[in-house]
């Protein structure tokens, strides 16, 4: 499981808000000394404001953790990040000052310590405006949304629902409500949500709908065996929150993966398990690099598109891509593009060769596979670079450059229930099954494991370490 305060990301982000405090203070010591009308503008040389910057320095990287500076811009109106800012710098001004008096530093320039405040505060403030309404608008144009899954119809399921209305910009969306009785089925909730099924099919929908949070509103002592539906959101990677009612040692449950945490939804709060990467931030910044990243190499490879699309063509009749339809997170369903690497009809003679199939599980693999295009097919395949058309899918937002491979809904229909959390996350390009030594051994059991292994221990070095051994894997032609 991704620790969120022990990610690069979450230390990039604190290096940002440093650089912006150190920023102030340089800013606020320029204007200080160079910008103010007359006598104001006289700087005494002593004390060595070099040693009052390194201070800050470490005064407010303490304060912003203490004061809980990193919250989540998706759950939290844009006032509390606000008043964290607040709270931050005044409580780095209290260090400061404490460690100036211990340090007997006297004679700091009280007009300048207060300028650098209103700057700091100011362009911290400005910084997160920018990054809040930027997320704010993604998810009010409908991207980067989130299903809700509701269990319950009583009063807390409707608080819930009016929070997610009254806070649209969030990006949540109730896609409905499940009850334990059979004669609450189809019953109007509140604002024409419905009560859409009953908790002992919740696998059965779980598996066929996108679903990203599952939110219990009901007191868990009227589900039977509550903990074993907790467990099947644990294992398949949806993220799990419970409202209280204060009799949570009826459940006697410990997850095996997932990290339990209390926080506020919208301004309800919650028990909340899971098992993915939480930090907005960090997924963020994957995103952005991501959509770069996917322009430049789109362009950087332009001489290839054109290279293999003649090869194709030479080599066989038919269209130079192949579309398929994949699974991306959490089962949404996108067309998958690569270069065409079999026959047109590989689809269709695919019933003939099943029973060759030498990979266990939903995964058809097979040696010298006669539907392979001569020569071109083959090559595309070794050097991966059949997968290259993906970098559009990047594009659009619908895959990663790094996460697990997008599934196609046959294979996820025969998946276990562990093994739906490798559709957690955002599908890749690559992932560890690529760079695998020997990936084309290993069983599907072994593939499921590296997939889920990737997704427990992300982080952004972990991403840019896989792209560099792709890279090699390519140039060694490792593939199949």
Partial sequence: MLREHGSLTLDMQKAIDIAITGFSFIAAYFIKRHLLPGNLSNLSRDPNYYIILLLIVIAWYISFKWMGMYMSYRQEPFWQFFIVILKSCFMGMILISIAMYFLHIPGVSRLLMGTFLVLDIGLLTLSKFIIFKALEKVRTDGFNTRNVLIVGSQSRARQVIEAVEKYKATGYRVVGCFEAEEERLGTTVLNGHKVIGLVKDLETYLRNNIVDELIFAMPLKRIEKADRYITMAENMGIKARIIPDWELNYLMYRPGIATIQFEEFLGVYNMTLQTTPQNEGALLIKNAFDLVSAILLIILSFPFFITIGLAIK???????????ERLGLNGRRFMVYKFRTMVEDADERLKELEEMNEMDGPVFKIKN??????????FLRKTSL????????????EMSLV?????????????????????????????LWQIAPQRNDLSFEEWMKLDLKYIDNWSLFNDFKILVLTAKAVLTGAGR
Avoid at 405 to 420: A, Q, T
């Fill in 386 to 397: 059949d997968e290259l058309p993906q970098l559009f899918n990047v594009l659009k937002g």
């Fill in 314 to 324: 030479y080599f066989s009749k038919g269209p130079v891509f192949y579309k398929q």
């Fill in 369 to 378: 596979d006669p539907r392979i295009i001569p020569h071109v097919g083959s």
């Fill in 403 to 431: 996460g697990p491979r997008p599934p196609i809904p046959k294979e996820v229909d025969e998946y276990s229930v562990w093994h739906r959390r490798r559709i957690s996350m955002k599908p890749g390009m690559t992932c």
